[in-house]
């Protein structure tokens, strides 16, 4: 059974940055999709970044700018790369990778921000 692993949440200052990553456990075979999603606490999980396999990538208005998401094929990796943080980005980050046929989600990562 192939596991996702994420790991680069924590607490962080208004301002501050971090760098998420997701990793498979194991072999995914003909992965298309790569997405972070957040969820706070009382709120549905949004999309927070998505890239496609020819690398094309879609932010909604809230992190435009900011954050960049970014994939290692080879590695079987997804990053999120997040600048400028706001406390509104706090938040349980959630990673997943899709085939035509699974989608593989990790456990998630906390990631808090606050003076």
């Known amino acids: 059974q192939v596991e996702l692993v994420e790991s680069g949440g924590g607490l962080v200052q208004p301002g501050g940055s971090l760098r998420l990553s997701c990793a498979a456990s194991?072999?995914?075979?003909?992965?298309?999709?790569m997405a972070w999603y957040r969820q706070a606490p009382g709120k549905l999980r949004e999309l927070v970044a998505r890239?496609?396999?020819?690398?094309?990538?879609i932010y909604p208005e809230s992190v435009k700018g900011r954050f960049t998401i970014s994939r290692d094929n080879a590695k079987e990796t997804v990053y999120l790369q997040m600048n400028s943080l706001k406390p509104e980005d706090t938040a349980m980050y959630y990673c997943?990778?899709?085939?035509?046929?699974?989608?593989?989600w990790g456990q998630g990562t906390q990631v808090t921000v606050s003076s």
């Open positions: 997943t990778m899709q085939t035509v046929s699974n989608d593989y």
């Open positions: 194991g072999s995914i075979f003909g992965i298309r999709l």
């Open positions: 890239i496609g396999s020819s690398g094309s990538t």
